[in-house]
């Protein structure tokens, strides 16, 4: 069965930092592109960052660029997170999502996803 | 940065109706358009990817299609699980729509 299991979440002051990790089973891993989406309590969904299979690429929504940094072990099966500088506006639901290629660059989707995880900034 | 508007934002409508929901680009994105559901408290499922493809186990009532900036999700006859809140996703640079609401009138 295919599963992304996200932790790590939790409650933080503005300005700390946070790691989040998402565990993968249930598919090659070290084949797949990886990405995390974020969702503010009763908004809509956010892009946050993709990375390549290797760790080679990475890209970032422009609201966490230069905050926020995605990593992988393909060794351990798992995506992270690492957040700092973190502000109220990055209270959400964190979610990590495979991503599912079907030809080109830029033919994607996140094809499965995580149950999600709680992030709350606040003093 | 391409933003992305679906209309309505929210619409109600009945067991059996015929709905279609609405997504424009600000510029050109070929079909790099995928449409999202999601339900209150789970995670996104994805419905269609490139603007018209049926992911692996969606119901067949539900089709895409567009190209370019215009782009429409269709559910042919409302079932009692399809209220839930759509998204689309463009690709060509990544940013989802605000989403639309669908509740049972």
């Known amino acids: 069965e295919v599963q992304l299991v996200e932790s790590g979440g939790g409650l933080v002051q503005p300005g700390g930092s946070l790691r989040l990790s998402c565990a993968v089973s249930?598919?090659?891993?070290?084949?797949?592109?990886m990405g995390w989406v974020r969702q503010a309590p009763g908004k809509g969904l956010e892009w946050v960052a993709n990375?390549?299979?290797?760790?080679?690429?990475?890209y970032y929504g422009d609201s966490v660029k230069g905050r926020f940094t995605i990593s992988r072990d393909n060794a351990k099966n798992s995506l992270y997170l690492q957040m700092n500088s973190l502000r109220a506006e990055d209270t959400a639901e964190y979610y990590c999502?495979?991503?599912?290629?079907?030809?080109?660059?830029?033919?994607?989707?996140?094809?499965?996803w995580g149950q999600g995880t709680t992030v709350t900034v606040s003093s | 940065d391409i933003q992305m508007t679906q209309s309505p934002s929210s619409l109600s409508a009945s067991v059996g109706d015929r709905v279609t929901i609405t997504c424009r680009a600000s510029q050109s994105i070929s079909n790099y358009l995928n449409w999202y559901q999601q339900k209150p408290g789970k995670a996104p499922k994805l419905l269609i990817y490139?603007?018209?493809t049926l992911q692996s186990g969606v119901p067949s009532r539900f089709s895409g299609s567009g190209s370019g900036t215009d782009f429409t999700l269709t559910i042919s006859s409302l079932q009692p699980e399809d209220f839930a809140t759509y998204y689309c996703q463009q690709t060509y640079s990544c940013s989802f729509g605000q989403g639309t609401k669908l509740e049972i009138k």
């Open positions: 999502a495979r991503i599912r290629q079907y030809g080109g660059s830029r033919f994607w989707a996140f094809d499965i």
């Open positions: 990375i390549k299979q290797d760790g080679s690429e990475k």
């Open positions: 249930g598919f090659t891993f070290s084949t797949y592109w």
């Open positions: 490139t603007a018209s």
